[in-house]
């Protein structure tokens, strides 16, 4: 038996739908329709009544994904800890972007 991997770079560009976005986060198709209904996974599109999702939604699913598995979060928890992440994650870009408008010391 052979297993085949493959490696795709994910940016907000790359898109997937909903059951591909299951396949790859491991997640339900249950689990990840929670976390839209929280509002903590959004489709970037619904096409045709299919939702599309992008690449930073595979990532965040991913992290719901080994959130769940550690701490045996629910689905709202897992929204709450998801918001945060993201709210860390702006705040350091925000951080980096202030840092590089100050001046070098010598």
């Keep these: 038996m052979s297993t085949q991997l493959t490696e795709t770079w994910l940016d907000a560009r790359f898109e997937v739908s909903f059951e591909e976005l ?12 929670e976390l839209v209904e929280y509002g ?8 045709a009544g ?9 990532v965040a ?5 080994r959130l769940r598995e550690s701490f045996d979060l629910d689905t709202g928890a897992l929204s709450l800890a998801l918001s945060f992440l993201e709210r860390i994650r702006a705040l350091e ?3 980096r972007a202030l840092r590089a408008q100050l001046p070098r010391a010598r």
């Design 22 to 33: 299951a396949r790859l986060s491991g997640l339900a198709e249950s689990e990840l329709r």
């Design 40 to 47: 903590a996974l959004a489709p970037s599109d619904a096409r």
């Design 50 to 58: 299919r939702w599309v999702f992008s690449g930073e939604c595979v």
């Design 61 to 65: 699913a991913r992290a719901a994904k």
């Design 93 to 95: 870009d925000e951080l």
